[in-house]
């Protein structure tokens, strides 16, 4: 097997059998394979032992329940972007409503999250952990938020106008959208960075508290939701900028793209 597909592999077990890693890196991996598939891979990348193997199946099972919800959560999210963005007008109060919801739904799934995280720490040998911990760091390393952060304005406006056509005021508009956002969000993937960091040193630890993880998880939670204002503000802005006709477009190349990584998760 390819160093790409095991590691694609390894983190796909990490999303399932350590739900945390989901939520902190992002959903949108492959969430069809089977238990035995994902222990087998898993095992061969950690050289898990049977012992390990049989545990590993019972935290992968156990911890599938909390892994769908969180995708249900996001489908259940993208749905009502989708309904917003179509609208002839939003209000600003209404889409802080609809994020701040869905985060609580979140955020209700925590202690689970982090009893996975500790079940699938205690199973593994110090040696498996460090080898876990630099996988999972390369996972971080690449994640689309940290290209995003590191992108060009100006590129990305400029993307954003060849696929909706936007005129010269609106260009200059969406480019102060993204100055406003990135400015108010200064420290906070500095702090996200922190926080990961953490995450690392709980990973190598002998022994894990599930409620030190579980209080880790609540300053990522407490984080992203002290921002949920400010991105309800920069989507009602957006929204407000755009004619019908591109937000017509836009909610079309959402879904497809959407529906595409759907499709693609089940291959």
Same mark, same amino acid.
């Given at each position: 097997?390819?160093?790409?597909?095991?590691?694609?592999?390894?983190?796909?077990?990490?999303?399932?059998?350590?739900?945390?890693?989901?939520?902190?890196?992002?959903?949108?991996?492959?969430?069809?394979?089977?238990?035995?598939?994902?222990?087998?891979?898993?095992?061969?990348?950690?050289?898990?032992?049977?012992?390990?193997?049989?545990?590993?199946?019972?935290?992968?099972?156990?911890?599938?329940?909390?892994?769908?919800?969180?995708?249900?959560?996001?489908?259940? $999210?993208? =749905?009502?972007?989708?309904? @917003? *963005?179509? /609208?002839?007008? &939003?209000? %600003?109060? #209404? !889409?802080?409503?609809? +994020?701040?919801?869905?985060?609580?739904?979140?955020?209700?799934?925590?202690?689970?999250?982090?009893?996975?995280?500790?079940?699938?720490?205690?199973?593994?040998?110090?040696?498996?952990?460090?080898?876990?911990?630099?996988?999972?760091?390369?996972?971080?390393?690449?994640?689309?938020?940290?290209?995003?952060?590191?992108?060009?304005?100006?590129?990305?406006?400029?993307?954003?106008?060849?696929?909706?056509?936007?005129?010269?005021?609106?260009?200059?508009?969406?480019?102060?959208?993204?100055?406003?956002?990135?400015?108010?969000?200064?420290?906070?993937?500095?702090?996200?960075?922190? $926080?990961? =960091?953490?995450?690392?040193? @709980? *990973?190598? /630890?002998?022994? &894990?508290? %599930?409620? #030190? !993880?579980?209080?880790? +998880?609540?300053?990522?939670?407490?984080?992203?939701?002290?921002?949920?204002?400010?991105?309800?503000?920069?989507?009602?802005?957006?929204?407000?900028?755009?004619?019908?006709?591109?937000?017509?477009?836009?909610?079309?190349?959402?879904?497809?793209?959407?529906?595409?990584?759907?499709?693609?998760?089940?291959?």
């Amino acid at each position: 097997m390819s160093e790409s597909k095991t590691f694609k592999t390894l983190r796909q077990s990490l999303l399932i059998a350590v739900t945390s890693a989901t939520f902190l890196v992002g959903c949108g991996q492959q969430d069809t394979m089977s238990t035995s598939d994902i222990v087998s891979e898993t095992s061969s990348t950690l050289d898990l032992n049977d012992l390990q193997t049989r545990e590993m199946a019972r935290v992968v099972d156990t911890a599938r329940p909390e892994f769908k919800i969180l995708k249900e959560l996001r489908a259940q $999210l993208r =749905e009502e972007i989708i309904t @917003q *963005m179509q /609208q002839d007008s &939003v209000d %600003v109060l #209404d !889409v802080n409503a609809l +994020l701040e919801a869905n985060w609580a739904s979140v955020h209700a799934r925590l202690p689970e999250i982090a009893q996975n995280f500790t079940d699938f720490h205690t199973m593994l040998t110090p040696e498996q952990r460090i080898k876990l911990k630099e996988q999972m760091s390369k996972g971080w390393e690449s994640n689309h938020l940290a290209r995003l952060e590191s992108s060009n304005i100006s590129r990305i406006v400029f993307g954003m106008s060849i696929a909706l056509d936007l005129d010269n005021t609106q260009e200059e508009e969406i480019t102060n959208i993204i100055n406003t956002l990135r400015s108010k969000s200064e420290g906070f993937r500095e702090r996200h960075i922190g $926080l990961r =960091e953490e995450m690392y040193e @709980q *990973m190598l /630890q002998d022994s &894990v508290n %599930v409620e #030190d !993880v579980k209080a880790l +998880l609540d300053i990522r939670w407490s984080e992203v939701q002290s921002k949920l204002p400010l991105l309800a503000q920069g989507f009602t802005d957006f929204h407000t900028i755009l004619t019908q006709e591109q937000r017509v477009k836009i909610t079309e190349k959402l879904k497809k793209k959407w529906d595409s990584g759907n499709r693609g998760s089940r291959q």
